[in-house]
């Protein structure tokens, strides 16, 4: 997977933007406003191509289905404490995240205990209390294999730092694969019922439709091995 880029920053710097953004910041609107949400969408959108619609910290398939309420803008640093609030539109901030990630993470707060907020939000301020996905490449860090079952990998210098990952998201504990491997199961039977149902029609239209959904089962079959 490799480190993340900023691409949001394409989205921050346009001047549209620059209002909602410093009202957010300066907390004369919450994160759901309404004029937040052409900025939010745009994020979204450029994220979701960076990370090939991966979860950076599970390094699993954001399940497509139900797109708005699987795939969050998820904030390394938690946007609701004060003190990472200015970091609330900041391009190293900001990840899509599966909702299982989401849910686990929480509130948690990824600076260490003692540690002041920082300035800014660079590479100079790792490590955190998780390897970090745009500063340091979670698949030299962390090792997901087929199950998928999670292990550290010796020798990245992240090794305390990927411990704590799999440990708070939970990654290995077994009630959340089985979850996660029925949703994939029940999305994969779902996908192959449309593809026969397009098949059986076989015009123009349904062959143009088919091309998507075979990606997307060619996708999700891969996750479930
Ligand atoms: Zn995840």
């Known amino acids: 997977m490799g480190t993340l880029k900023p691409v949001a920053r394409a989205a921050l710097n346009r001047k549209a933007f620059r209002k909602p953004i410093s009202e957010y910041i300066?907390?004369?609107?919450?994160?759901?406003?309404?004029?937040l949400k052409e900025v939010k969408k745009l994020i979204r959108a450029l994220l979701r191509v960076e990370?090939?619609?991966?979860?950076?910290?599970?390094?699993?398939?954001?399940?497509?289905?139900?797109?708005?309420?699987?795939?969050?803008?998820?904030?390394?640093?938690d946007k609701s404490k004060d003190k990472y609030r200015k970091f609330a539109f900041s391009a190293t901030n900001l990840v899509l995240s599966c909702q299982g990630c989401n849910v686990e993470k929480g509130t948690r707060d990824l600076i260490g205990h003692g540690k002041a907020p920082p300035t800014y939000l660079t590479a100079a301020e790792a490590p955190f209390r998780w390897p970090h996905p745009y500063f340091d490449d979670m698949a030299s860090c962390i090792q997901k294999d087929p199950g998928p079952v999670y292990s550290v990998i010796p020798g990245s210098g992240r090794e305390l730092e990927a411990t704590q990952l799999i440990g708070d998201l939970?990654?290995?504990?077994?009630?959340?694969?089985?979850?996660?491997?029925?949703?994939?199961?029940?999305?994969?039977?779902r996908l192959m019922r449309i593809l026969a149902r397009l098949a059986r029609k076989n015009?123009?239209?349904?062959?143009?439709?088919?091309?998507?959904?075979?990606?997307?089962l060619d996708k999700v079959t891969r996750e479930l091995q």
């Open 170 to 189: 939970k990654l290995n504990e077994i009630q959340n694969l089985e979850t996660r491997h029925g949703k994939l199961f029940m999305r994969q039977t």
């Open 203 to 216: 015009d123009e239209r349904s062959r143009g439709r088919m091309v998507p959904l075979v990606l997307e």
């Open 51 to 77: 990370q090939a619609e991966t979860c950076p910290y599970c390094q699993r398939l954001i399940i497509p289905e139900r797109r708005n309420v699987s795939e969050h803008i998820e904030h390394f640093l």
């Open 26 to 35: 300066s907390g004369r609107i919450q994160w759901n406003d309404a004029s």
